[in-house]
């Protein structure tokens, strides 16, 4: 076949292509929605909900959510093959680096027989699989609609697809696990989303190239 | 430079985007020798019509992708991104491993227009696995240039089930193709 005919048959295709963003819009308010669904019946919320979502315990639920949604971001800019993404990677480093002061205030002051003595709970294995499980579906949903994006970067990519999914099910979970401090957050919350992006990158690593 | 009758990239893509078929055509009729002139500059090994090979495999990812540009964005860096990373992608499967830095897209020249028929080949083997139906159509409207109103007569199609079929077909070689070089 010629390439004028090629062109020719490309140029009669005018069924649109969705694009990574409206593919977004699609799925992950259902996923999320899901997954939410999941939590308040197969695990249920915290007993003082309304009084932690009022007090400083709600960094549980905002910190995770404002990763998922500087991820969101990324990955959208990511998916255009020409762009930078400079102010899409400068918030996830503001973010990150706001999380490293934390943590590394939170090991000042905090012994490590105390440390210990917060994670000694079941409740901690609960919180490392819990937040994957439900995380899962957000991710497959992220991963479908960055396949219609053009991502140079597809491990990167995948990542970003991690943090949203990792990021939405820490949030959910919150509304679950009565553990508000800050050494319990890192251990729990943080390991599991980071294990969810790490998923989010290997997957990316395969699904996202084009 | 053009003539002044001539559009924009970014207008053509952005008519394209609405469904004018002409104003796509004609765009990438253009981008066509664009393409062209990069892969030969750097993939001159594989002979013209390995050449030929992976710029129809960069148009159709063009148009496969073609949603990922952002209409308030200017088209040629968005469509030397998407070149770049094929041709490289496309030569290393054939065994050429190349470098293309960003800055020197622009600078290659397009391959003139001659009497080359820009025949391919690769493309011939897809068609052939691919489901009779889907090849026909795909004939139809690009060897034989029928729109896809009179390819739906000639098949006894409805012309929304040629559109479905076509953009499944195309769909299907970009797969075909990809799998067939790995």
């Known amino acids: 076949m010629k390439t004028d005919a090629l062109i020719a048959a490309l140029a009669a295709d005018t069924t649109p292509r969705p694009s990574p963003g409206a593919r977004m819009v699609r799925v992950l308010p259902l996923a999320v929605a899901l997954s939410l669904t999941a939590l308040l019946t197969g695990w249920h919320v915290r007993a003082d909900l309304a009084s932690a979502l009022g007090s400083v315990a709600v960094y549980k639920t905002a910190v995770p959510l404002a990763l998922a949604l500087s991820a969101l971001w990324l990955a959208r800019g990511l998916a255009r093959p020409e762009a930078r993404a400079g102010r899409e990677w400068a918030l996830i480093g503001v973010l ?43 991710l497959a949903g992220a991963l479908w609609a960055l396949r219609a994006g053009a991502t140079l970067h597809p491990a990167t990519s995948g990542a970003a697809a991690g943090l949203i999914a990792g990021g939405a099910a820490a949030a959910i979970y919150s509304l679950h696990c009565p553990h508000d401090h800050l050494m319990y957050f890192f251990p729990a919350y943080g390991v599991a989303m980071a294990g969810v992006t790490l998923a989010g990158a290997l997957l990316g690593a395969r699904l996202l190239r084009w | 430079m053009r003539p002044s009758e ?84 496309a030569l290393r ?45 795909l004939r139809a409207i690009g060897i034989d240039g029928d729109s896809t109103a009179e390819t739906g007569a000639k098949l006894g199609m409805t012309e929304g089930a040629v559109r479905v079929a076509l953009h499944r077909a195309l769909k299907a070689v970009a797969r075909l193709r990809e799998r067939m070089i790995e």
């Open chain 2, 6 to 89: 001539s559009l924009s990239w970014e207008a053509l893509m952005h008519a394209a985007n609405r469904g004018d078929q002409r104003a796509y055509a004609r765009l990438l009729g253009e981008i066509a020798p664009v393409v062209r002139g990069i892969v030969r500059a750097r993939g001159g090994a594989l002979g013209a019509e390995g050449c030929e090979d992976v710029v129809q495999e960069v148009l159709l990812t063009i148009h496969l992708k073609r949603q990922t540009w952002r209409e308030d964005a200017p088209l040629r860096p968005w469509l030397y991104a998407v070149t770049r990373h094929k041709v490289i992608d």
């Open chain 2, 93 to 137: 499967a054939r065994g050429t491993r190349v470098e293309i830095p960003v800055e020197e897209m622009a600078e290659i020249l397009p391959a003139a227009e001659g009497v080359d028929p820009f025949e391919a080949h690769d493309m011939e083997r897809v068609l052939g696995q691919l489901d009779p139906r889907a090849a026909q159509i």
């Open chain 1, 96 to 138: 990150m680096a706001g999380l490293a002061l934390a943590l590394a205030w939170g090991l000042a002051v905090t012994p490590v027989p105390r440390i210990a003595e917060i994670l000694d709970t079941p409740d901690y294995a609960n919180c490392l699989i819990s937040v994957p499980v439900l995380a899962a579906l957000p």
